[in-house]
């Protein structure tokens, strides 16, 4: 595609509700990243895929958050049984090598 | 958590007026790069200097590198109000599509 692609673009979810992000990235971009970022903070690393494989998951806060990309494009970052402090933005990024990273426009999650 | 700090961490300036930005940061990197985010929406590349680079120009931008006091800065020359945005760091310890890890970022306000 043209560029990543995140949906949804928000979502309300209630405390103790799972939920779904997906992230499309740049075709043929290898590297696959998630990103949390809080309101007025630069993006906090959350893990990084390199095709299907996640090769750094160290940035999960808890093992609510799990991610995964079975196929080595599209990736899906779930997060279980959400609380109030998951309230943030989950940026997307894409990079073919280790130049520049392509960032989807981000999934606003909002636990209420 | 962060790689390290921007300063300042908001910036207001006139149009026409240059305006500077400076990131620190704690370990070794392969490569820096400097993106902008504008309100509720994704980032977005700027310029990427590698750590043999001390300048690096791209149209209005100038970015510095000082590999030696870990920190490097960002000229936006004749500012316009459409650069009105954030502005972020994000050092790349390894340069093979490696995670980046950002800072936290100046805010910049243009005004007419």
């Known amino acids: 595609g043209a560029g990543v692609s995140q949906s949804p673009r928000y979502k309300v979810a209630k405390r103790g509700q799972d939920v779904a992000l997906r992230c499309d990235p740049i075709?043929?971009?290898?590297?696959l990243f998630w990103y949390q970022q809080a309101l007025g903070q630069g993006p906090e690393f959350l893990t990084y895929?390199?095709?299907?494989?996640?090769?750094?998951k160290s940035g999960l806060p808890s093992d609510r958050f799990f991610a995964e990309r079975p196929e080595g494009s599209v990736s899906t970052l779930k997060i279980q049984r959400t609380q109030q402090e998951d309230s943030a933005v989950y940026l997307c990024?894409?990079?073919?090598?280790?130049?520049?990273?392509?960032f989807g426009q981000g999934t606003r999650l909002t636990v209420v | 958590s962060q790689q390290g700090e921007e300063d300042p961490q908001a910036l207001s300036i006139q149009e026409g007026e240059n305006a500077t930005m400076n990131c620190s940061y704690k370990?070794?990197?392969?490569?820096l790069q400097w993106y902008r985010q504008n309100s509720g929406r994704g980032l977005v590349h700027l310029i990427l200097?590698?750590?043999?680079?001390r300048e690096k120009h791209s149209g209005r931008l100038r970015v510095t590198l000082d590999t030696s006091k870990k920190s490097s800065s960002l000229l936006i020359t004749a500012s316009r109000a459409a650069d009105t945005a954030s502005y972020f760091c994000?050092?790349?310890?390894?340069?093979?599509?490696?995670?980046?890890?950002f800072g936290t970022g100046t805010r910049l306000q243009v005004t007419l």
């Open positions: 990024a894409s990079r073919k090598d280790g130049g520049e990273a392509f």
């Open positions: 075709s043929g971009h290898v590297s």
């Open positions: 895929f390199q095709n299907e494989a996640q090769l750094d």
């Open positions: 370990t070794s990197i392969n490569n």
């Open positions: 200097i590698r750590s043999n680079e």
């Open positions: 994000a050092t790349d310890a390894s340069g093979t599509a490696s995670k980046l890890t």
